[in-house]
């Protein structure tokens, strides 16, 4: 069964510091890797898509890796800032005409001033 | 360029009635995905539309239904309601299926 695992599940930072969230997957076979941010009461904001060739995508303070042998993947925020507050998504999905994805339940970051 | 729109935003139904909700994509998206999201289960895809046709489907029952128009526009319907269907459906669309997805501010459900 195709699942995706974040750690950890919430996240308690100071503004400005950095902090780094993971994302592992089983999905298979693989297609893209996506990370989102999602505000309160808000739909779901695309940050990076990676696909399998793809190591490194920059979104401004946002990087996401991906290693596609070990299935691994991180999203890091440089010098959060209090707007950073939110969930963020891990979504893999699978390929082979079907591109369903698979959802993470996020992580639930806290920037405090 | 207008985003991706939900109507209603809030909805409040009883047991065994039916709802239909409604998505306007971003002009020029011919993809349309729907999903459901709750505390329990976070987000999870209920299915795709692309040019009036469904493309893929998630693990639902056959009471969740939808249909795409001509327009792009789509609509999503559950029928015989649950309580355990109370959640925020969320609407997204994009131009193909590697492309950023852009979501909706999403339709509250409340099941009583």
């Known amino acids: 069964k195709n699942q995706v695992e974040q750690s950890p599940q919430s996240l308690i930072i100071l503004e400005g510091k950095n902090c780094t969230l993971q994302c592992n997957y089983t999905v298979s076979p693989f297609s893209n890797l996506r990370w989102y941010k999602q505000d309160t009461g808000r739909g779901p904001v695309s940050l990076t898509i990676m696909t399998f060739s793809e190591n490194t995508k920059s979104n401004g303070r946002y990087t996401a890796t991906l290693d596609a042998d070990t299935k691994q993947s991180s999203l890091h925020i440089t010098a959060s800032q209090l707007s950073d507050s939110a969930s963020y998504i891990c979504?893999?999905?699978?390929?082979?005409?079907?591109?369903?994805?698979?959802f993470g339940r996020g992580t639930s970051l806290i920037v405090h001033p | 360029k207008a985003g991706v729109t939900q109507t209603p935003r809030y909805l409040i139904k009883t047991r065994g009635q039916q709802v239909t909700l409604s998505c306007s994509p971003i002009?020029?998206?011919?993809?349309v995905s729907w999903y459901q999201q709750t505390p329990g289960q976070g987000l999870q895809f209920l299915f795709e539309?692309?040019?009036?046709?469904?493309?893929n489907k998630g693990n639902f029952p056959g009471r969740f239904s939808g249909r795409q128009f001509s327009n792009s526009r789509s609509e999503m319907n559950v029928s015989t309601l649950e309580l355990g269907d109370s959640a925020l459906y969320l609407c997204?669309?994009?131009?193909?299926?590697?492309?950023?997805?852009?979501f909706g501010p999403g339709t509250r459900l409340t099941v009583l």
């Open positions: 002009s020029g998206h011919r993809s």
């Open positions: 997204a669309s994009r131009s193909g299926q590697k492309d950023t997805q852009y």
């Open positions: 539309y692309f040019s009036e046709t469904q493309r």
């Open positions: 979504v893999v999905s699978e390929t082979g005409g079907s591109y369903i994805p698979t």
